[in-house]
C-alpha cells in the first residue's frame, strides 16, 4: 500500500507547538504541511532562486524561508526541535555530508527525520536516463552509517508515490531539484515523451528517524 509522505512523517513525530525545519524545502510545499499542522515551520534552500520561489509561493510568510545548506544551517546552536530532511540528503555534495550531520547536532534539540529514496522503482527508472542517482543514494546511506551523536530511535520502509499528470509536471520536478539537469533533460526530451505515462509512479522510500 502506497503512503504520503507527510502521513509517515506526522505519524513518526509529534509536530504541534515544535520549533521543525524542514532542511532542502524546495517550494515549500512540506513547510505549510508543517504550519498548518501546528509547527513553527521553516525552510532553509541552497539558492536564492529557490528561497525566492518558496517566498513567492507563501507570501503571508516569507520570513519562514532561508538561505543556507544542511551543511551551513542558518539557526542558532539547540534551535529547533525537528529538522526533516526530505528527499533531500542525496543533494548534499558527497564532500559535505559529514558535515550537514555535524549541523544537524548542532542546531537539533529532539529528532531529525530522514526520508530518502531508493534506487529502485518506476520513478527512478523514469528519470534515471537524465541523472542516474544509484551512486549518490548510495553515498547518502553510507552517510546515514556513519554518523555519530545520535540515537537511532526508528526505520520506516515504505512505498511513496509520485503523481504526474502532465510530461511537464515531470520536467519541472527533475529540474527544480537539480537545475544542471535542465541541458540533459534537453538533449532527451524526445526519448523521455516516449517513456512518460501520465498516472502514479512508484517511489520506495526509507526513513531514518534520530535523536
Known amino acids: 500500500m502506497s503512503r504520503d509522505d507527510f502521513g509517515v ?8 507547538d515544535r520549533d521543525v525545519v524542514d532542511v532542502g524545502c524546495g517550494d515549500g510545499a512540506l513547510v505549510r504541511r508543517l504550519a498548518a499542522a501546528g509547527a513553527r515551520a521553516l525552510g532553509v534552500e541552497v539558492s536564492e532562486d529557490a528561497v525566492a ?16 545548506g544542511a551543511d551551513a544551517l542558518p539557526l542558532e546552536d539547540a534551535s529547533v526541535d ?4 526530505m528527499r533531500s540528503l542525496h543533494h ?6 559529514d558535515t550537514a550531520f555535524g549541523e544537524l547536532r548542532r542546531v537539533v534539540r529532539g529528532e531529525v527525520y530522514i526520508a530518502e529514496p531508493l534506487a529502485e522503482g518506476d520513478f527512478f527508472e ?8 544509484t551512486e549518490v543514494r548510495a553515498l547518502a ?4 552509517e556513519r554518523a ?10 515504505y512505498s511513496g508515490t509520485i503523481r504526474l499528470d502532465r510530461f511537464e509536471a515531470f520536467r519541472d520536478m527533475v529540474i527544480a531539484a537539480d537545475p544542471e539537469r535542465a541541458a540533459r533533460f534537453g ?8 517513456s512518460f505515462t501520465p498516472g502514479e509512479y512508484t517511489a520506495p522510500m526509507r526513513v531514518d528517524l534520530l535523536r
Open 9 to 16: 512523517l506526522s505519524e513518526a513525530l509529534a509536530l504541534r
Open 53 to 68: 520561489r518558496a517566498r513567492d509561493a507563501d507570501p503571508e510568510h516569507p520570513e519562514r524561508y532561508l538561505l543556507g
Open 82 to 85: 525537528v529538522a526533516v530532511l
Open 92 to 97: 548534499v555534495p558527497r564532500e559535505r555530508m
Open 126 to 133: 523514469l528519470m534515471r536516463p537524465v541523472d542516474d542517482e
Open 141 to 144: 546511506q553510507a552517510a546515514l
Open 148 to 157: 555519530t551523536g545520535f540515537e537511532r530511535v526508528d526505520t520506516i520502509h
Open 187 to 194: 538533449a532527451l526530451e524526445a526519448d523521455l515523451r516516449a
